[in-house]
């Protein structure tokens, strides 16, 4: 059937917020690569939070979106943190097929110019649920973060959890534009994920990342690593962040400069976008679901206004609206 595949030159347009997975069979190696502009931009101008807070939620954005794209289902995909950095939690929502919306809450006295990612997020831990509606059990899993980055806690939970070899890169910055306004900034994000997915499963075991509680001075225990596994990642470990958000580089000439060697093959791209799922109905669910003294409180010069955390919308409710007895 190979030779039935169609065999073109990757095409030079850059396709934003759109996720391109592909597949490089001589290496046994799966992928996606995200490329993100206007939705990311979007999501992160809507809250215009501090810069290292919009970069670090961004992330959160990418690797969210290369981890929910591959859900076949309809249903959402969350990404979330909780722990004592700055940046206290992050909240981000993928909904099935293409729907993204997201938000952080941090100290702003403890934000400092050059926080790395790990500095931001500080200790505690990041879940992921996979939720598929009321019928179906929600599926979840952890990984601690200990003042490393998200590809850090990202390579760290397919390691423990799926226990599939993977690597992530995310990437994401602002790009300046000169105009007649004068120069305006718009975010970018790029990200990308490989997994090695050998039909022998003898080949996929990997090394330890520490080396656990063997005895002090014991050998550690030396796995070597898949040829194709290695080279896999050798060539990964190329990319670098400009190329991952540069918004003239079209994502099949990124990917086949990584792998043309091998072949690289890719598949239909899925289109992404911003968008939330908050409405004044499911607001006044909410409010109607809360004890009446709490929703007492919530009056503020003769009315309730509740401002949604993922988009920044407003909704208003008179005291009687609201449920507030008069
Ligand atoms: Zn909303």
């Known amino acids: 059937m190979a030779d039935q595949d169609a065999i073109r030159a990757p095409s030079a347009v850059p396709v934003d917020d759109a996720v391109l997975p592909f597949e490089v069979s001589a290496l046994d190696i799966r992928g996606r690569l995200v490329r993100m502009g206007a939705a990311l ?8 939070y501090p810069a290292p807070v919009s970069k670090l939620l961004g992330e ?3 690797l969210t979106t290369l981890l929910g794209s591959s859900l076949k289902f309809h249903g959402r995909f969350i990404l979330q943190t909780q722990t004592d950095g700055p940046v206290s939690m992050i909240v981000v929502d993928f909904i099935a097929p293409d729907r993204l919306r997201a938000y952080a809450r941090f100290d702003k006295t403890r934000l400092a110019d050059g926080l790395s990612a790990g500095e ?3 200790h505690g831990h990041l879940a992921m649920t996979i939720d598929q509606g009321p019928e179906m059990s929600r599926y979840q899993g952890l990984v601690a973060l200990a003042g490393g980055s998200l590809e850090d806690a990202a390579h760290e939970y397919f390691l423990r959890s799926e226990q599939i070899p993977t690597r992530v890169r995310l990437a994401v910055g602002e790009e300046l534009r000169g105009g007649g306004d004068g120069p305006t900034h718009r975010w970018r994000g790029g990200g990308a994920l490989i997994q090695f997915l050998p039909k022998a499963p003898e080949r996929a075991r990997q090394v330890d ?4 509680d063997a005895p002090e001075g014991s050998v550690a225990h030396a796995i070597d690593e898949d040829d194709a596994w290695v080279e896999s990642q050798s060539l990964f470990a190329t990319v670098e962040d400009i190329e991952l958000i540069d918004p003239d580089l079209s994502g099949e000439r990124l990917l086949f400069r990584l792998f043309h060697e091998r072949g690289v093959r890719v598949f239909p791209t899925q289109h992404l976008h911003a968008g939330c799922t908050c409405s004044r109905d499911a ?13 007492a409180d919530m009056v503020e010069n003769g009315k309730v206004v509740v401002t949604c955390e993922f988009c920044s919308s407003t909704y208003e409710f008179t005291p009687q609206e609201a449920g507030v007895e008069g």
């Open 41 to 48: 931009d979007d999501i992160l101008m809507r809250h215009d």
């Open 60 to 62: 959160a954005i990418v």
């Open 120 to 122: 931001l997020l500080g």
């Open 209 to 212: 990342l520490d080396p656990g």
């Open 283 to 295: 607001v006044a669910g909410m409010l109607a679901s809360f004890d009446p003294e709490d929703r």
